[in-house]
């Protein structure tokens, strides 16, 4: 079983930034791909971003592409979400996950394991 926890959520002006971190309980961590979602309120939850445990490599929604960043640090057991330019339509609790079986890109396919969520606030 692996628990993540998700910090660093909170109350941003426009065109602020915030990073958000995820820590995980399991030392396995660094098998696991990791992603990030988000949901505001009265929509269906969304992929933000991913990184490949065994390539590093990222993948973004269009939307957060080129303003986001996700990186990770394995022997921190730790994910990061590093949100740039944020606007309003950021507003949302955002999710890390842990992928464990075969998924699809992009999607929450094969994510098993989740955080708790952390607020972000968007302001004008």
């Known amino acids: 079983q692996v628990q993540l926890v998700e910090s660093g959520g909170g109350l941003v002006q426009a065109g602020g930034s915030l990073r958000l971190s995820c820590a995980a309980s399991e030392r396995t961590f660094s098998r696991y791909d990791m992603g990030w979602f988000r949901q505001a309120p009265g929509k269906e939850r969304e992929f933000v971003g991913e990184?490949?445990?065994?390539?590093?490599?990222?993948y973004y929604a269009f939307s957060v592409a080129g303003r986001f960043t996700i990186s990770r640090d394995n022997a921190k057991n730790t994910v990061y979400l590093e949100m740039n330019s944020l606007k309003p339509e950021d507003t949302a609790v955002y999710y890390c996950?842990?992928?464990?079986?075969?998924?699809?890109?992009?999607?929450?396919?094969?994510?098993?394991?989740w955080g708790q969520g952390t607020q972000v606030t968007v302001s004008t």
């Open positions: 996950a842990a992928r464990t079986r075969t998924g699809v890109v992009g999607t929450a396919v094969g994510y098993d394991y």
């Open positions: 990184i490949s445990w065994s390539t590093g490599s990222t």
